[in-house]
């Protein structure tokens, strides 16, 4: 019983990895490009 419940969750987990860590690139990557496009912002009203 044990063995059969250990081996779904990695099943289930090994599956949706994939798709997670994509959708997790393109997360960080637009996390990034907001972040720049505040320093940004942010730089031009201190230099005002």
Do not use: E
Not at 28 to 33: E, K, L, M, T, Y
Request: hydrophobic share 50%; proline share 4%; net charge positive.
């Amino acid at each position: 019983m044990q063995n059969v419940q250990n081996v779904q969750p990695d099943n289930m987990d090994s599956m949706p990895l994939r798709q997670s860590s994509h959708s997790m690139g393109t997360i960080v990557i637009r996390f990034v490009g907001l972040l720049t496009l505040a320093v940004v912002a942010m730089t031009l009203i201190w230099s005002r």
